[in-house]
């Protein structure tokens, strides 16, 4: 059979590499990491998990260390764990992959491949080449409820969900504590915008049960819910009310009445893979990243400094560092599916 | 050569061979555009597709849905009707079959596994072509809206049982849990190595023979059967089917059940063959896909196998492109399909006077 | 004597479609001011040499001179503005637009509409009484009748200042009566100087009202004569090119038992319109009944629930003593296989699938048929054998049970159909417009083998719009007008005048001719 080009450049590049290796030993692997990234088949511009991943993560990286990371987008199932192998035989890693529906993939990958460096964002996989990096939502969620009762007038507060998944339930979850943990009295509007993927990406309904639920009295929406808290945002701005921001700092959005972002530092989860694998040092295993890693936290920029008061930002910063020194507990929905709050929770779907 | 089989020739080969190459060029303009060298481009789309035994493998893994796809629009085309809703039917077969799996002992030998899944894939894909085509027949609902609309309703359906029913407990993705072992189609890197080849892993499954046993099955219908020729004869002159005695009403059930039967297979190579469980958006693409490859492949078997292959072959170089450049999305590779299909489809008859003038000229002298 | 002035000539004009001469060195001279008949057999190169002279196609070589000057047409604007106009076969009228927006289409003259229709109203009034053509300029295609439609295609031509106009098969869509009135606007035309070209295939009409007349055959002119010094039989004889037999000889045979049998039937189509209203006769063994009218006036409907078709709204139909009402239809497939056959009216759109091959289209209603295939699949090698068998005993050529359909001519697409239909040995015939777009020499070797399968004890029920062809093949003839029954006739004691009479429904129905 004929041999392409670029069949050649391949063999040869990896000859090479096994070459540098055997000459320059151990302390100057820096140069030889080959890091990728797996998005979500939601594309790596989806304005919220994927795009952090990207700016927060790719770009950081490749300004930092000079290094390309080698970025694939799905198309559809089958080329999730068709990338992840390719990815892997060709000598790439640490390889991210973003998103908890890539968790089967990641595994039958890591499975063919046991000498490669996989992480999974949002997900669990025991393999003991997989990193695992999930995020504490609750904890930050907690820690804009507080900030959301203090900030309401009217007494209710709302909560709008993408898919309607445990993960999401967290979120919800944390925010009724923290709201709770401010003012007992509050009332937590939830909803939920879809069961499928599509609810990450429906600003049109999103900002209908924005309008809904501040009709019936909120004044505060938190949105974990993708691209459709574009419509939340909008929604809120228009009717005058405030809006909580989710994964990255969302606060430039609708600058003025966006109070706060929960921030997922999920760039910074991937840029740390990396950096570790450059470093020598990456491990697999489970690392639960909650505010005391820095891996969520809440957002105050210019955007949102004058609406929030000193007296909040001390009160905040002082419940962050109660949940980090263990002097608060925050509930964990995923750990048993329910939510320690003893009110009803109206999700209508 | 006489020149209606000059003309005849002109149709079924030149001028899809034409077509696709002119979508070629107009792709290679657009990477030209975007600064991609077209010649590389080209390299690695066909040695991504067919330089090596695991990227052949994805292509013709992916040709099977097409097949399956292709198959099914063009028996509805020869009868006469337009089935947009491959897609639904595929999505829904893919339930029949996941649905028959999971009521069959998991202990149940393969031997019963494999056309049993099959039959719930051919079942499941024919009711749900069925409603449209009762409404056609009856109802006088045009059969192109009704399977337009039932491709949604599938979606929703399927999004139901998959969150609702058949979700794995505690898994947050929409899909069930794995199919008893006994169910799964063999790979054929497996099924090779029995064989003494070993081969690279893929995931080409024995699903293809599958498509390729339909593909026959349904030659031997159109052009070999009473049944098939009740539905030429409907498809190319409904007047002269009921002269005939033929009643196109029954015709039209009877079309579009084997029509989305056969859409139904999909699930078989992707659920049986490869997934293994059934999961959410499995389908995507393939039924549209479908219509397009049953156009170039003239609705005939033969034809309906070489543009499967050749939409295989986009979809394996593609992803390749898209992996080896970095300047190349994934997006382009939808512009690509995009012109494919736009030349082979809307304007497959572009070259036609020119390409008769030059090959099948009118004889001035004899 | 002066040479006369020729309106157009047409000097050794030469087309070819692949190895065809469709026009081999073709001359015609029409004189100004007269009529001029050309008549030839379908395929004869009349058409041809028509869509040459309008600027259709262009010739392969050859002259022609409008008016003396001589010309090339690029396309049918050049020739329309040298003076021709055409009235087509099939009327080039938008249905929903009025007389008058018809008649300026293509020539509006400005943005503005009402100024250019304000003049054209003008010209259209001149115009109509000039030559007698009288028409609602308001009135809507649609609303009009089929004479009355060619009448506006006239005023459109002249109207775009047509000197010569060329009429194809004219009188085909007619009444005999309409036909009449054709012909008188033919002469007032004449007398204000105009020249016509009537192409027809009706020996009757070119005695009737040409001054000259061409013949055509096979791609040639074989004759320019004068009409007057001629006969039908001549001009059949020159047109087919061997002694031809207008009058069918059939002696006269006893009839046999009512096979079929009609009683008060009536049929309503989709729209809740009565197609068919209480309709009843008989047709025994060894008859032919003919059904007499002008086009849709009830015959399809009555071929299509005969055969089975469309179904019976009221009354019932006997066939070979199966009843069939309403509440009792018979399919098709099940007529066919009590033994009757059925010949439909539009062999394009029902007797054959023109992209099927003659061997597919040679069991079009007969696949279930256990004698060639089996339960679900197909004999194609036998059908294939049969085909030519059937194409053999019927003449179709080219004799290749491969070729499609679409690539046979008028003439053998219907005797491959005719094959198929009498071979079956029917006891019922059903046959529509057997001869519509037939050449003659097909004419006469179809209405043979009709009269074979009457003299052979088939009862068979024949609808044409021919007059001369229900007249010479009948033996008793029923005339429909607008869905009933206008009048029943002795074939024998008919003339076209009287049933020219009833198919206007304007005939005395009490004294109705019918012997028996």
């Not at chain 2, 190319?236 to 029509?259: D, H, Q, V």
């Not at chain 3, 003076?83 to 099939?90: A, D, E, F």
């Not at chain 3, 849709?296 to 469309?310: D, F, H, P, R, T």
């Not at chain 3, 040995?425 to 046959?431: G, S």
Request: hydrophobic share 45%; with cysteine.
């Amino acid at each position: 059979m004929k041999y392409t080009l670029l069949g050649k450049v391949i063999k040869q590049s990896g000859l090479l590499l096994v070459a540098g290796s055997m000459l320059l030993g151990v302390t100057t692997l820096q140069a030889e990491i080959k890091p990728a990234v797996v998005y979500d088949t939601a594309g790596k511009f989806d304005k919220s998990f994927n795009e952090a991943v990207f700016r927060n993560g790719v770009l950081k990286f490749k300004a930092d260390t000079g290094i390309r990371v080698t970025e694939i987008e799905p198309t559809n199932s089958t080329q999730r764990e068709q990338s992840l192998k390719k990815l892997a035989k060709r000598g790439h890693g640490p390889i991210v992959a973003v998103g908890f529906s890539m968790a089967s993939a990641i595994e039958s990958a890591a499975k063919a491949y046991p000498d490669t460096h996989f992480t999974i964002i949002d997900m669990v996989v025991g393999l003991p080449n997989v990193q695992s990096v999930v995020f504490k939502e609750h904890e930050g969620s907690f820690l804009v409820g507080v900030l959301a009762a203090m900030k309401s007038e009217t007494g209710v507060v709302g909560f709008v969900g993408g898919m309607d998944i445990p993960l999401i339930r967290r979120f919800a979850c944390g925010y009724e504590q923290g709201a709770k943990y401010q003012n007992n009295n509050i009332e937590i509007l939830q909803n939920m915008t879809g069961s499928t993927g599509a609810a990450w990406n429906n600003p049109t309904k999103g900002g209908e049960l924005t309008r809904s639920q501040i009709e019936a009295g909120a004044d505060v929406v938190y949105a974990a819910a993708g691209g459709t808290g574009i419509g939340v945002y909008q929604a809120a701005a228009d009717l005058g009310k405030y809006a909580i921001g989710v994964d990255s700092n969302q606060n430039y959005m609708q600058p003025g009445t966006m109070l706060t972002s929960m921030v997922k530092r999920v760039g910074d989860a991937s840029y740390n893979s990396w950096q570790a694998g450059l470093d020598g040092n990456w491990k697999a295993g489970f690392q639960a990243l909650g505010l005391a890693e820095g891996g969520v936290d809440w957002a105050l920029d210019e955007h949102n400094r004058e609406l929030v008061t000193a007296a909040m930002e001390a009160r905040v910063n002082d419940v962050k560092a109660k949940i980090i020194a263990g002097d608060i507990t925050v509930h964990d929905y995923m750990s048993d599916n329910t939510c320690a709050a003893p009110q009803g929770i109206n999700f209508s779907n | 050569m006489n020149r209606d089989t000059r003309i005849n020739w002109i149709n079924r080969l030149i001028l899809p061979v034409l077509n696709v190459l002119t979508a070629f060029a107009a792709t290679a303009i657009i990477f030209v555009i975007i600064g991609v060298d077209p010649i590389e481009a080209a390299e690695i789309l066909l040695y991504g597709a067919f330089g090596y035994q695991e990227g052949l493998g994805y292509t013709l893994y992916y040709a099977t849905n097409f097949i399956f796809t292709g198959l099914a629009v063009a028996v509805a085309f020869n009868a006469g009707l337009f089935n947009i809703g491959g897609e639904g039917q595929a999505y829904i077969g893919g339930l029949g079959t996941a649905l028959i799996i999971f009521a069959i002992d998991p202990n149940t030998s393969a031997w019963i596994f494999i056309p049993a899944s099959i039959l719930g894939g051919l079942l499941f894909g024919a009711l749900w072509a069925l409603v449209p085509a009762y409404l056609q027949a009856y109802r006088g609902s045009h059969i192109v809206i009704t399977t337009i609309m039932f491709n949604f309703l599938a979606s929703s359906l399927m999004v139901y049982m998959l969150v609702n029913v058949l979700r794995e407990p505690g898994n947050m993705s929409p899909e069930s849990q794995l199919f008893p072992q006994n169910s799964w189609f063999p790979f054929i890197h497996d099924l090779s190595t029995n064989f003494g080849f070993v081969m690279e892993e893929s995931p080409l499954n024995v699903s293809l023979f599958v498509a390729l046993f339909f593909a026959v099955i349904v030659w031997i219908l159109i052009w070999h059967t009473r049944l098939g020729y009740s539905l030429r004869a409907t498809g190319l002159n409904s007047e002269a089917a009921i002269y005939a005695g033929i009643k196109p009403k029954r015709i039209i059930l009877i079309t579009m059940c084997i029509s989305g039967a056969l859409a139904g297979l999909v699930g078989i190579n992707e659920l049986v063959g490869y997934q293994h469980r059934i999961i959410m958006d499995f389908h995507f693409g393939y039924g549209f896909g479908g219509i397009a490859v049953a156009l170039m492949g003239r609705n005939h078997p033969i034809g309906i196998i070489i543009a499967a292959l050749l939409f295989g072959v986009l979809y394996q170089g593609g992803a390749e492109l898209a992996f080896e450049l970095s300047n190349i999305s994934r997006d382009i590779v939808v512009v690509m399909q995009g012109l494919i299909i736009l030349f082979c489809g809307a304007l497959q008859y572009m070259y036609k006077p020119w390409v008769i003038n030059a090959l099948a000229p009118i004889q001035k002298e004899s | 004597m002066n040479k006369p002035q020729y309106a157009i000539e047409l000097v050794d004009i030469n087309k070819r479609f692949g190895a065809v001469y469709a026009n081999n060195k073709v001359c015609l001279n029409v004189e100004e001011g007269t009529i001029h008949g050309i008549i030839g057999e379908n395929g004869a190169g009349k058409s041809t040499l028509m869509s040459i002279l309008y600027g259709f196609y262009q010739a392969d070589s050859g002259l022609i001179k409008v008016f003396g000057n001589s010309l090339q047409f690029k396309d049918s604007h050049e020739a329309i503005s040298s003076g021709i106009g055409m009235v087509h076969q099939h009327f080039m009228l938008v249905d929903n637009f009025t007389v008058l927006e018809n008649v300026i289409l293509g020539t509006e003259g400005g943005a503005l509409l009402h100024e250019g229709l304000r003049e054209a109203r003008k010209e259209l009034t001149r115009l109509g009484q000039e030559y007698g053509l009288k028409v609602d300029l308001d009135a809507t295609i649609e609303s009009l009748s089929v004479g009355s439609q060619q009448r506006v295609e006239i005023l459109k031509a002249l109207y775009k200042g047509a000197k010569i106009l060329i009429f194809d098969e004219p009188t085909g869509v007619l009444t005999p009566q309409e036909a009449q009135d054709l012909f008188r606007i033919f002469s007032a035309l004449k007398n204000e100087g105009v020249t016509i070209i009537l192409i027809t295939h009706k020996l009757h009409e070119i005695i009737h009202i040409t001054d000259n007349v061409s013949v055509m055959r096979a791609g040639k002119m074989v004759a320019q004569k004068v009409t007057s010094k001629t006969d039908r039989e001549d001009l059949a004889e020159l047109m087919v090119g061997r002694k031809v037999l207008l009058q069918v000889d059939k002696e006269d045979k006893d009839k046999g038992e009512v096979l079929l049998k009609v009683n008060k039937l009536s049929v309503l189509d989709e729209n809740n319109i009565f197609r068919l209203k209480d309709v009843s006769f008989e047709v025994h063994a060894g008859e032919v009944v003919g059904i007499a009218g002008v086009s849709g006036n009830g015959q399809s409907a009555l071929l299509k629930v005969l055969s089975g078709i469309s179904n019976i709204t009221q009354g019932s139909v006997e066939i070979l003593g199966q009843k069939m009402d309403s509440k009792n239809p018979i399919f098709p497939d099940k007529l066919r296989e009590l033994g009757l056959s059925h010949v439909p009216e539009d062999r394009l759109r029902m007797g054959l699938i023109s992209e099927f091959s003659a061997s597919e289209n040679s069991i079009i209603g007969y696949h279930n048929d256990k004698q060639i295939n089996g339960r679900f699949i197909m004999n194609n090698a036998k059908v294939r054998n049969e085909c030519a068998k059937l194409m053999e005993g019927f003449d179709v050529r080219p004799a290749d049970p491969d070729l499609k359909s679409s690539n046979f001519s008028g003439g053998n697409q219907q005797k491959l159909i005719l094959a198929r239909e009498f071979n079956r040995n029917p006891k019922i015939l059903l046959i529509g417009q057997p001869t519509r777009g037939v050449d003659i020499g097909a004419i006469e070797f179809i209405h043979k083998r009709i009269i074979e399968m009457r003299n052979s004890g088939k009862a068979v029920l024949l609808v044409s719009v021919e007059l001369d062809e229900i007249m010479s093949i009948s033996d008793r003839i029923i005339v429909l007008c607008d869905g009933h029954i206008s009048g029943r006739v002795d074939a024998k004691s008919a003339d076209e005048r009287t049933l020219g009479l009833m198919m206007a429904n304007a005939y005395d129905t009490t004294n109705n001719l019918e012997s028996n």
